[in-house]
């Protein structure tokens, strides 16, 4: 040892151990309470991002049952309009088919 300072190195093994540990622990409980917000704030955040999604999910559903329904519409309308012309038009074809034979 060199003068009146003890140096870790030179210091008996036993002297530091207790130091150490409670450094060691000290540092420890630091880092898990940092990671447990970290981890707390990470949760919060997917909680909320999964809120949105499920909201945007229950709303797209919503949307897409509204487009089929009118899709289904504008099908019939079609279908209906498509055999009222045909049944206007039968008569006129079989006159004309007619008329110029």
């Not at 949105?52 to 079609?78: G, P, S």
């Amino acid at each position: 040892m060199s003068g009146a300072v003890v140096t870790p190195a030179a210091a008996p093994a036993s002297s530091l151990v207790g130091l150490l540990n409670t450094r060691n622990a000290l540092a420890m409980e630091t880092i898990v309470s940092e990671r447990r917000a970290l981890l707390e704030q990470t949760n919060g955040d997917l909680c909320y991002v999964h809120k949105v999604a499920r909201r945007r999910l229950v709303w797209w559903n919503d949307f897409n049952v509204t487009v089929q329904r009118r899709e289904t519409v504008k099908a019939q309308f079609f279908e209906g309009s498509s055999v009222a012309a045909q049944v206007l038009w039968d008569p006129l074809r079989w006159w004309m088919g007619r008329v110029h034979m």
